[in-house]
């Protein structure tokens, strides 16, 4: 297996030396310091390990998780700014760098920027770039209307939130389709509407049409059956309420009731619904 810079790698402890376990990966063995070393590690063993460049760009491991990987986007803050650019904290000990360059605007310490995860093509240096756009998918998105996916909040924009879907595409969550509050950064599933001419996608936090009542039906049922059946949350309750605790519309939760109610299975009454 091809060595994957900037990414988690299997590979096999070739020898011990007093700092640390040499991994088998490329020319050259790479270093894993005794302080990532796992308990009880020996010579041949298979250890999963993120590969990266340390100060003196050489390659080294960790067994650490970087909140963001090569080719991903992710949401990070500022650890520090010098005078060649921004590093940001993504989970290791060596920050990531963002030039000026790759900057939108002037990061400053102590804020997050959404930013794409990638090799310097020129140095094979792990950085960042804020300049998202140019690193999403040219390819024309392979989604039907229903279909769930992974949504990464980029920004607000006067439609709703600009999402980034399945760590490839540019994707819009409508006001109209959003029952609580979103932050850039957030990570969620999410349904396509439609891919439209344009390449872009239309989300909804929730399934559409009547099989997500049916299923929401089985769900609310399920809750009462296991909270003594009863919840006072009614078909007048807050939007929010309802959210907050189902996740789903109020639109949705009171065709689930009515549901409920017609299969004669719970009754509806001043302080909320009541199983039979």
Do not use: C
Not at 8 to 32: C, F, K, S, W
Not at 245 to 266: E, N, W
């Amino acid at each position: 297996m091809k060595l994957q810079l900037g990414k988690m790698n299997r590979l096999t402890v070739a020898r011990r030396a007093d700092q640390g376990l040499y991994l088998a990966g490329g020319p050259e063995d790479i270093l894993l310091p005794n302080r990532y070393v796992p308990e009880g590690a020996n010579v041949g063993d298979e250890l999963d390990v993120f590969v990266y460049l340390d100060n003196e760009e050489r390659l080294v491991a960790t067994t650490q998780m970087p909140f963001a990987q090569v080719d991903d986007f992710a949401w990070l803050e500022v650890a520090w700014v010098n005078q060649f650019g921004a590093f940001l904290d993504w989970g290791l000990m060596k920050d990531l760098f963002v030039p000026f360059g790759e900057q939108k605007m002037k990061m400053q310490k102590g804020r997050s920027y959404l930013v794409h995860v990638h090799l310097d093509p020129e140095t094979f240096r792990i950085m960042a770039s804020a300049k998202v756009e140019r690193y999403l998918s040219k390819e024309w998105p392979p989604y039907h209307g229903g279909d769930e996916v992974d949504a990464l909040v980029w920004q607000k924009t006067d439609l709703g939130f600009k999402v980034i879907v399945d760590n490839q595409f540019a994707g819009l969550l409508f006001d109209d389709e959003i029952f609580r509050q979103l932050h850039s950064g957030d990570r969620l599933r999410a349904y396509v509407k439609q891919v439209r001419p344009d390449g872009k996608i239309d989300l909804s936090l929730q399934k559409k049409g009547q099989k997500a009542v049916h299923d929401f039906s089985d769900i609310l049922l399920e809750h009462l059956r296991t909270n003594g059946g009863f919840t006072p949350l009614g078909d007048k309750s807050p939007a929010e309420e309802i959210y907050a605790l189902f996740g789903v519309s109020k639109k949705v939760y009171k065709k689930a009731v009515g549901d409920l109610y017609r299969q004669r299975l719970i009754t509806i009454e001043d302080d909320g619904l009541h199983l039979v």
